[in-house]
């Protein structure tokens, strides 16, 4: 896994509640055997038009969230579905966190599981965010500090946001979670013999 | 004094000191007794661990079946999309492989994942069960800790047997009083999630307590826990009672004799003690309930039938006011119609919520001696094997095709339209799943939720329909 440590980048705004994992990547897609191969896939119904063109109307199409790493979302984003594939569309496409007022928990979980940082902010700061996306014609660029654990922008926008601490540390190590709990083969093997 | 979570987490905490997390609020490993295993979040998984030179620790533990993306036409025929077909194929082999049970399309036991797990009785009480799906949360019923887990978590489990988890709250869901006639399980949770909305139950495992959830077959109790996670729960639980034990009484896969009367003992000890304390308590009056159905694309999005569209301008905040006109556009209802009478084009029984055999009887007790309405296609989609034969043995098939519903073979099938069952751009259905999301029973397809019994009088009415109208003019 991709480290998450610190990274500036364009913010793309998708200002709806309860997007939930079937828009982040529907259905038909999640029939691939591999786990690449989704980022066009992203936001299907809603990116492109039922002819296979871009919708203009689309967050995400404008020009202004071109070449976006950070997804500003509203509150209870990718709820629903646990399909691993929604976070691996957001990661494909270039997304390298996505900041939201709240997360479901399946998805949060995912999302930490492919180095694509949840960052879970106050409503207010969200709000503010997505005034200054608004107020930037050109485009809006942001930095996430894990080590800090900080939102900032380069005009004295700064928010502390909340991941627990056993998150932060995989991410900012890249850890393999399997690797990890296998070192506690001793404390599982001793569960198994008092248990069975 | 604890309650009934506390206590199935506190027997399977392997360790909580592990990972370097020093801190109190840090994870648990927790041991994990049923994985189940499906096609759809799997492959990814068991290639992780062929790619890192691991081997699957428990397969004894571990039971696959193929659900999602199954057709449920004629099974004769081979599977006409070659990339479905390939996922197919590729569970085969892991399972295999990896010396895992799997129930594959032939099998007498193959069905969702959710149904089959319980009517073997691998789903039992006190026991921590995870599958690569979020209505894992079904089984809860049985007073077991289940939950929904990402693909990457699949591979973590095959591999160690364990999850990690932070230690979620508690929050006592209490049903007053007894639901009144035409009025069941489904009504029961979609009035919670409209109660406490979709992230309501968010970091939380709700347990469902009161007399209307003493009186439910494990069937309600199963499409209770089913919804837990459209109200963003973690897990949905039920304490095992006397209606539990005599459901899982000589299932294939309970214990036996000797071992079941020792199981019984223990299963009887998992209820919350008198005042345990949970973090939060929500309490719904069942009695005064009427049938629910969802208006929108959220199942938070719900009223009862006698009720109108909402309008947007009532809602309670500006996000929400947002979400209510994007919804009715999408839905294209307008504020103030009526929900009795919103004419349907398709009507789906089925699903993990509620392709069981009782929710197949509900519907058959409104369906028998009528006809489907002109111009509405209705489908029966069992959800699983046993449960097609045992609704064929009472003749509940021939009800069904005699009104003029398709009777078709087990799967997930239009709950999510991962296969050829799905809605055509701006169909209306009547539906007894869990999802109304925009395009989840195909692009531009509009989904009303709704109980087995209001299903089916949705499908002889040809629209939405107060199903106690339709029982009174028997």
């Known amino acids: ?196 | 004094m604890r309650t009934l979570f506390d206590k199935v987490w506190e027997a399977h905490v392997v360790t909580t000191r592990f990972a370097g997390t020093r801190d109190a609020g840090g994870p648990a490993l927790l041991y994990v007794d049923l994985h189940l295993v499906h096609e759809v979040t799997s492959a990814q998984a068991f290639e992780g661990l062929r790619l890192a030179g691991r081997r699957v620790r428990r397969p004894e533990l571990t039971l696959a079946t193929v659900d999602h993306n199954v057709p449920t036409g004629d099974r004769r025929l081979p599977i006409a999309d070659e990339i479905a077909a390939k996922q197919l194929s590729t569970l085969v082999r892991n399972a295999r492989e990896a010396g895992i049970e799997l129930h594959d399309l032939d099998s007498p036991d193959q069905g969702i994942v959710h149904v089959i797990g319980p009517e073997l009785g691998l789903t039992q009480p006190g026991s921590v069960i995870v599958c690569g799906d979020s209505h894992t949360s079904t089984h809860g019923a049985f007073g077991a800790l289940a939950f929904g887990i990402g693909t990457s978590e699949v591979e973590h489990v095959l591999a160690t047997q364990c999850i990690v988890q932070s230690r979620p709250r508690t929050m006592e869901v209490r049903f007053l009083g007894r639901p009144r006639a035409g009025v069941g399980a489904k009504d029961l949770i979609l009035a919670l999630i409209r109660r406490i909305g979709t992230a309501g139950g968010t970091g939380s495992v709700l347990e469902y307590t009161g007399e209307a959830i003493r009186a439910l077959s494990m069937e309600g109790r199963m499409t209770i826990c089913n919804m837990s996670i459209e109200a963003g729960a973690r897990a949905g639980m039920i304490a095992p009672d006397e209606t539990t034990f005599a459901f899982l009484e000589s299932r294939p896969r309970a214990p036996k004799d000797e071992a079941w009367i020792r199981a019984v003992d223990a299963w009887s000890g998992l209820r919350s003690d008198p005042g345990a304390l949970y973090d939060r308590t929500v309490v719904i009056d069942a009695a005064a309930l009427g049938p629910q159905v969802t208006w929108g694309t959220s199942p938070g999005m719900t009223a009862e039938i006698t009720e109108r569209v909402p309008d947007p301008a009532d809602a309670p905040s500006e996000v929400e006011r947002q979400s209510y006109r994007r919804a009715l556009e999408y839905m294209d209802l307008s504020p103030g119609t009526p929900l009795a009478g919103l004419p349907v084009d398709r009507v789906f029984l089925g699903s993990c919520t509620n392709g069981r055999v009782s929710d197949l009887r509900e519907a058959a007790s409104v369906v028998r001696g009528r006809r489907v309405a002109r111009g509405v296609r209705a489908m029966v989609v069992p959800g699983s094997q046993r449960v097609k034969a045992a609704a064929e043995a009472e003749g509940l098939d021939r009800i069904f095709s005699d009104a003029g519903f398709e009777w078709r073979n087990p799967g997930c099938s239009m709950c999510l339209g991962m296969n050829e069952d799905i809605l055509a751009p701006g169909e209306r259905c009547a539906s007894t799943s869990n999802r109304n999301f925009e395009g989840r029973q195909g692009r531009g397809g509009r989904t009303h939720l709704m109980s087995p019994a209001m299903a089916a009088a949705a499908a002889i009415a040809g629209c939405l329909v107060d199903v106690r109208e339709v029982i009174s003019r028997n």
């Not at chain 1, 930095?143 to 004295?156: C, N």
């Open chain 1, 1 to 196: 896994m991709e480290p998450f440590i610190v990274h500036t980048g364009r913010v793309a705004a998708l200002p709806r509640a309860n997007v939930d994992t079937d828009q982040i990547i529907p259905k038909q897609f999640l029939k691939r055997i591999e786990r690449t191969g989704f980022g066009p896939a992203l936001f299907f119904d809603w990116r492109y038009l039922p002819d296979g063109a871009p919708d203009p109307a689309f967050e995400l199409n404008a020009p202004k969230a071109a070449g976006a790493t950070f997804l500003l979302a509203g509150e209870n984003f990718g709820c629903g579905s646990s399909r691993e594939h929604a976070p691996w569309a957001l990661g494909q496409y270039g997304f390298r966190a996505v900041l939201a007022p709240s997360f479901a928990d399946i998805f949060h979980g995912n999302c930490c599981q492919n180095g694509l940082l949840p960052v879970t902010l106050p409503a207010k700061a969200v709000q503010e965010l997505f005034a200054r996306y608004d107020a930037a014609p050109d485009g809006y660029e942001l930095t996430v500090d894990l080590l800090t654990t900080t939102v900032r922008d380069p005009r004295g926008f700064e928010s502390a946001f909340d991941i627990s601490a056993y998150r932060r540390e995989m991410l900012l190590h890249g850890l393999d979670e399997i690797g990890r709990t296998l070192q506690q083969e001793d404390a599982i093997a001793a569960f198994e013999r008092a248990h069975r």
